[in-house]
């Protein structure tokens, strides 16, 4: 069936760096991408979300990035810092018309002082 | 706080007894959605509510699962006849209608079959 999946299970950044999160998806039909953050014993958080037809969305030190031909959706986090860490979920809509959204399996973030 | 309420935030029961969640959207928010999340996965979607009107259902939500959301605000999502496979978190979130991308979640039901 159609999924969205993560290459790396958890990355470790020290604070102040950069962090980038990677994801892969298969359903080619989805015509939203978006972020979430789940930190321990919470819900998750919406962060950002970027439409098919676009290739890079920037927000408050997020930026997504969708490359459509290799099916990848990135998010990079500038000036990583500790509150930053954090479960982080690729999803997607699954197409036009449908409101639930696919997650994958999450990257855990942790940052180094 | 306005955000999404869920009751109770844990539940132990046993095999083969009815357990039944509520959730309290935020007030102005039309679109309300279920989800399960078992530990090291992303949330997997079971059902959404618009307004009063399930509209899309999960192949997940099986037969001794219901949701209702009687009068468009609060919701509530039943089991029936527990398995242990049921032990999960269960989610709720809700969205404005035409912005079901950015879905408020709460903090969660954490169910525990014995």
């Known amino acids: 069936g159609e999924s969205v999946g993560l290459h790396l299970p958890t990355l470790s950044v020290q604070e102040g760096d950069n962090s980038i999160i990677n994801c892969a998806y298969s359903n080619s039909a989805s015509d939203y991408f978006i972020w979430y953050k789940q930190e321990s014993g919470k819900g998750p958080q919406f962060i950002i979300d970027?439409?098919?037809?676009?290739d890079k969305r920037q927000g408050q030190r997020v930026t997504v990035l969708l490359n459509k031909t290799v099916k990848h959706l990135s998010l990079q986090i500038a000036a990583t810092q500790p509150g930053d860490s954090a479960v982080y979920f690729c999803a997607e809509n699954g197409g036009t018309g449908r409101r639930a959204l696919t997650f994958g399996s999450g990257t855990r973030l942790q940052v180094q002082p | 706080d306005t955000g999404v309420s869920q009751d109770p935030r844990h539940k132990i029961t046993k095999r083969g007894q009815n357990v039944t969640f509520r959730c309290d959207p935020i007030s102005e928010h039309n679109r309300l959605y279920w989800y399960r999340q078992t530990l090291g996965q992303g949330p997997e979607f079971l059902t959404y509510f618009q307004n009063e009107a399930q509209l899309e259902k999960s192949r997940l939500l099986s037969d001794r699962f219901s949701a209702e959301r009687p009068k468009g605000s609060f919701s509530t999502l039943e089991i029936q006849r527990t398995e242990q496979g049921d032990s999960a978190m269960y989610l709720c979130a809700s969205s404005l209608e035409g912005r079901y991308n950015e879905q408020f979640f709460g903090p969660g039901t954490r169910l525990t079959v014995l």
């Open positions: 970027i439409r098919s037809n676009m």
